[in-house]
């Protein structure tokens, strides 16, 4: 196993053993055990690309990763419960989720609701009661997360998305947007919220907003590519639409360029920039 695999394992493994801690049974809570179960039963599998991106920023600036544990897995969460909302019949309507039934499918749509419900909510109370973080990293932290979650990030980016769909006049500008919102947003805040919990600079911040962005907007439009060659999500707008999945592999291929730029003056770039071409290179 080469150096980089054994740290992308130790990033999956942290989360894995992390984040259903922060979603535990109690006496105080057995009445929610239903909720819990569903909460914890979406969190479960996934690449944990987000939280990886938080444990590489802040170890590539010389943080504690303890540091990191809480915003990553509150990041996942966020995560989490978008696609929950997203799979339901009224939006994406997907049956299937990381290899096994969709939340709608499992609990039924009300419980699947108000579980992505909950996992909305519960990453900012990891957050607030973080004993490792001091006020001010918890208050910034907060504050872009919430950024990256809302009107001006996933939120608006769904809602750009939905009605992009009965459109044939999207263009490339429009689209990128949505992807700046519905996936560049959180990737990039991922970034910058490992950066907070190393006390970076306020170049650093710059530095990883900038990659995060640019990573996201790679990441979808390969999203995309194989969505194109599942036959999946024909009616959504995309590059790939727009342009064909060659066009598309180059403007990905571009975005990834400029994202590896923002992170020369990292000394410590090795995991990430090796992160950045596996997530170009995916097959899945």
Known sequence: MSNFEEKMAKYLKLTDEKIIKFNNY??????????????????????????????????????????AVAPACAVEMIHTSAFIHDDLPALDNDDVRRGKDSAHKKFGEPLAILSGDALSVLPFEVIADAPELTADQKVLIISVLANSVGRDGMIGGQV?????????????????????????????????????????????????????????????????????????????????ALYGVDKAREMADKQTAEALEWIDNIDDNGFLKELTEYLLDRTK
């Not at 109690?26 to 991106?53: E, T, W």
């Not at 992807?179 to 170049?203: H, M, P, W």
């Open 26 to 67: 109690s006496n105080d809570n057995r009445p929610q055990m239903k909720l819990i179960d569903a909460m914890n039963y979406s969190l479960k599998g996934g690449k944990r690309v987000r939280p990886m991106l938080v444990y590489a920023f802040c170890e590539a600036l010389g943080g504690n990763i303890e540091n």
């Open 160 to 240: 750009i998305d939905i009605e992009s769909r009965t459109r044939d006049d999207i263009t490339e500008e429009e689209i990128m947007n949505m992807y700046r919102c519905k996936k560049g947003q959180l990737i990039a805040v991922s970034c910058v919220i490992g950066a907070i919990c190393a006390d970076g600079s306020n170049d650093n911040l710059r530095a990883a907003a900038e990659f995060g962005l640019r990573v996201g907007l790679a990441y979808q439009i390969i999203d995309d590519i194989l969505d194109a060659k599942e036959g999946k999500n024909q009616d959504n707008a995309s590059v790939v």
